[in-house]
Structures are given as C-alpha cells and as structure tokens.
C-alpha cells in the first residue's frame, strides 16, 4: 500500500503564508498577530445605573507591549525583529499601574442619554488571567448606553476587540466601528430590544470575517513559535 506523501516544511510554511496574505482584509504587516483581545459587557443586577466592562488582552504579550507604551517597562523588551520579551512580572506590573487605568478610562467609554459615564477601574489580581474589571457609574438606570472601545488602536489600527454582552448581543470593535449601542437593563423597552436584535444580527455578519482571523492568526502563531525555538536552540551553547 502506498505511504502518503509528506510535504516539505517549507513548502507547508509557504502556502501557509499565501494563505494569510490571501484572507486577511489589510496588509500581513499591519494585521497584529494572535487572537483578538476580548470585552464583556454586564448590567449590574443590584445596581441598575452600573455597567461592568470586563477587559482582557489577546495574549501576554500584548501586555507587554502596552507595558513599553506607558512607559512602565524598559524598551528593549520589543527586540529590533519585533519579538516581545514577556516576562511573569508585566501584568503586575501594569495591574498596579495608575496609568494603566487612565488608559482603560481613555479606551473605553460608555454613554447613557448622551451623558457620560464615571469609569472606576478595579485593580486586578490576575491580569494575563482574567481581565480586568472597570465598572461605569451613570446618572441614572441603563436601559442602552453606546459604549465605545479603542483598546491597543493607538498601538496599531488593525487591532480588534470581539465584546459581549447581554441576551447573546456581540460586536467586533475595529477601525471604523470603534462605537457601539447596547441594549442593558431588566427591562429592556421596545427599541431597546430592536438594539439587542441588530447586535445579534450583526455577530453574524462579523463572524464570518473573525473565524479566518482567528485562523490565520492560530496558524501564525505555532510558525512564530517554532521560529523562536530554532533561535532558542541555535543560540545554546553546545554540550
């Protein structure tokens, strides 16, 4: 019976490589790499004039990354090839970081009857883990608020945020649609449920552009992988 075939690395490597260049929707140089950082948007069931966003990054490195952007951690951890040094003390560093907060209230806000809402960040203990918490204190009951994300935007455009929210509602946060109107409360009225509608029928047209997204950005990141461990073990000493 005859073996299957095997390809060459490099020829996988290659197609994997047009493959990304085909699907993605900007330039392969501008696209951040890796999954997209993720919101979730909650009413607060005791009180109904609070909105919780629930922030977390895509991936650790991205942490660092906005670490050397505010300044909290020295430049040299973005190497010249673009490689990310992340060190296990980053996200504690960050999460005690009153400019870090600062950034979460610039990135991030919500809007209820055309006022602003009061964001409080609450310091995370697990930031790589779990996110951090900012809740939005409005001048009265939510029953919508248009809240917009900005996260990481300033470090490159091509970044996005896939936000949840309640009654299945979704939304990806991205150059052009960094702002979005929510259906929050108990009670939503009748054109409150008419926002939740349109948020679900708009994860499904955005579902078709996330799912190569996430794709790719899984394919690229096992080769950036395996790059870094062929650095690694090029650069030990041998026994």
Known sequence: ?????????????????????????????AHPYGYPQTVTIAADATRPEVVRLTWKAGGVDELTVLGVRLGLLPQDRVLLDGAISFQASDATVLASSASFATYLLQQMTVTSDGHACAGTVDTPSDLAGSGVDVDYLCAGPIGAARIEVRMLSDLDPAYQ????GPWGQRQVYGPGRYAHDWALGDAPSASDAGVADHGRATSWKV????????LIAAVVTLLRRQVRRRRVARARPSS
Do not use: K, N
């Open 1 to 29: 019976m005859p073996s299957t075939p095997r390809w060459p690395r490099r020829v996988v490597i290659s197609v994997a490589f047009t493959l990304t260049l085909l699907a993605a929707p900007v330039p392969a140089g």
């Open 161 to 164: 945020t896939v936000a949840t």
């Open 207 to 214: 579902a078709g552009s996330v799912g190569p997204l996430l």
